[in-house]
């Protein structure tokens, strides 16, 4: 069987930011927006996005996985731009989107990254290409399971949170595709499945990891941390799913983020098991995107 190659960027928070209209500035988006401003706007550039996905397109992967955050503060201008972006990179039979808190940063506009990006989120059996979650989608040997922990929070907090009836859903969904003809299984969240940080975590975890013991994924792809990130939880049976996470899409290197990066992973099936390897692509001090390392994961 020949490899799949499912390439997973995250976090590009695309700019440059439309400018906001007073009314628009008000509350937690008023924070976010001097944040940015004054800070967030020097390490988060849109030619840094280009040169990975410029990269990353000269990979060939089948399939490209985005985890969220496309904007920065839910303006409705943003999630217009931020079509335009996808279909830079893609058709949507290309191209998996979930969102993340930044995308659904103030109630007000909650709705409009569903609007503008359904093709991209929808599922490939969905109901009109409505963008319910959990999504599935099939791609060769893949099965992309999406779910959206994306959530407006107050000010202060980037939490998560799937809920009883995602995660109802989520349960039924694996159940079901643990008794059909293998295929490996790609779980897409923006949030990390573990977080020592209180005001960025998902907060019913416990919930989901509870659900992947039962009935287990191949692997776990993330963003928000904006961190290389490989940990390992418990699937059924003792067995271990990896659980990866990468930096934002549109980082220049500072404090303790490094910067932009992505990742590819070449799947295959050998026999009656799965390999998957992974190859971490940055980009590096002499604004050029080079192999920082690559392992086999499964």
């Known amino acids: 069987m020949a490899a799949f190659t499912l390439a997973h960027l995250s976090d590009p928070h695309l700019a440059p930011l439309p400018v906001p209209r007073l009314a628009e500035l008000a509350g937690k988006r008023l924070l976010g927006y001097l944040n940015w401003t004054r ?3 020097r390490f988060h550039r849109r030619d840094v996005v ?6 990353l397109q000269a990979q060939v992967p089948d399939h490209i996985a985005i985890t969220g955050d496309l904007v920065n503060l839910s303006l409705e201008a943003e999630f217009a731009a931020a079509r335009v972006w996808l279909e830079s990179i893609g058709a949507p039979e290309r191209v998996t989107v979930i969102p993340g ?3 659904a ?8 990254f569903a609007d503008a990006w359904k093709n991209y989120l929808a599922g490939d059996h969905a109901a009109d290409r409505g963008t319910a979650f959990p999504a599935l989608r099939r791609r060769g ?10 959530v407006p929070t107050p000010p202060f907090m980037a939490t998560g949170w799937l809920g009883k009836s995602q995660m109802d859903a989520l349960e039924g969904v694996l159940a079901k595709l643990s008794s059909e003809e293998p295929s490996f299984r790609v779980l897409l969240i923006h949030h990390p499945l573990r977080s020592d940080a209180r005001a960025k975590r998902l907060t019913d975890s416990s919930q989901l990891l509870a659900i992947l013991q039962r009935h287990g994924v191949e692997l776990v792809l993330h963003g928000h941390d904006h961190v290389h990130s490989t940990m390992w939880v418990e699937g059924p049976s003792g067995s271990s799913i990896p659980v990866i996470g ?5 980082a220049l290197a500072h404090g303790r983020h490094p910067a932009a990066a992505y990742n590819l992973f070449s799947i295959r099936r050998e026999g009656d098991t799965w390999r998957c390897d992974q190859a971490v692509r ?6 050029r995107v080079r192999e920082i390392r690559a392992v086999r994961l499964i």
């Open 101 to 103: 808190n930044h995308d």
């Open 105 to 112: 940063y103030v109630r007000s506009t909650q709705h409009c």
């Open 141 to 150: 040997p893949l099965t992309l399971v999406s779910v959206s922990s994306a």
């Open 50 to 55: 280009d040169l990975l996905v410029s990269d």
């Open 246 to 250: 990468v930096p934002s899409a549109s």
């Open 39 to 41: 800070n967030r706007h």
């Open 282 to 287: 940055g980009v590096n001090a002499a604004f």
